[in-house]
């Protein structure tokens, strides 16, 4: 029996799998990751973009680079990855859900239901000053040119409610995500270096409480000699689960 025969004995035979998903997911709908050769992180100024710290001071770090980002977001369809887990969750193979790192919305848009975000979501923004709350059709225009939006109120910076370095991830998500992990049986962690904290201790509370690891990546990560079952290409691992659990 192959490796991916065996992990659909498991995740077939098993009560609750969820899946944990980081930047490397989104690479395959053509969205820029953080770490790799070309990501986020390789460009001038790149380490500044989604700290809290060079936005309170100049958010256009930020909005620059948004102006990109957000198109990329935007025009992106889901990828093989996110069909995926869409299709596992609706046939009952996904009771978990999906507890992904990113902020692209794109599970969604695959049709996954069980989405907890836990770098939060740029479908609203908030003023820095006097929390009024604007939705991404109010902020979208400026983004679009390389603005940075104001408050209609008070002036203020507008900023989206997504988890910038420095910051604490949303309360609420990361308990039901700990919650979640507690009582997964099996987690797919899917396209994650595992070196954000505290997200990366979420696949280590699986563990803790007696689950399994599948780590597919194709860059190494802390929690690889603990999986169980270990795979570097995300886009074939998910043809081959695809073809062994729909036929």
């Not at 998500?173 to 987690?187: D, G, N, P, R, Y």
Request: charged share 20%; hydrophobic share 40%; aromatic share 8%.
């Amino acid at each position: 029996m192959s490796a991916i025969e065996s992990l659909v004995s498991l995740i077939t035979s098993s009560r609750i799998v969820t899946a944990f998903t980081g930047a490397g997911v989104s690479t395959l709908s053509g969205i820029q990751d953080f770490r790799g050769a070309n990501g986020i992180y390789a460009q001038e100024d790149g380490d500044k973009i989604f700290d809290s710290r060079w936005f309170a001071n100049d958010p256009s770090i930020f909005y620059r680079a948004a102006k990109r980002l957000v198109g990329s977001m935007m025009r992106s369809e889901p990828s093989h990855v996110h069909l995926l887990l869409a299709d596992m969750e609706r046939e009952g193979f996904l009771e978990g859900g999906v507890i992904t790192q990113n902020i692209d919305m794109l599970h969604q848009k695959a049709g996954s239901r069980k989405v907890v975000e836990l770098h939060g979501s740029p479908m609203v923004s908030r003023c820095t000053s006097c929390s009024k709350e604007y939705s991404l059709e109010d902020v979208l225009p400026y983004v679009s040119l390389g603005e940075v939006p104001a408050c209609s109120i008070c002036s203020g910076v507008i900023k989206p409610d997504i988890t910038f370095f420095g910051e604490e991830l949303p309360e609420g998500s990361l308990a039901m995500a700990f919650s979640i992990s507690k009582k997964t049986e099996v987690m797919l962690v899917l396209g994650s270096t595992l070196v954000v904290h505290p997200a990366s201790m979420i696949p280590v509370n699986v563990l803790d409480h007696g689950g399994k690891l599948i780590i597919v990546n194709n860059m190494p990560t802390p929690l690889d000699d603990y999986a169980a079952f270990r795979f570097h290409d995300l886009e074939e691992f998910c043809t081959d689960m695809r073809e062994r659990l729909f036929g």
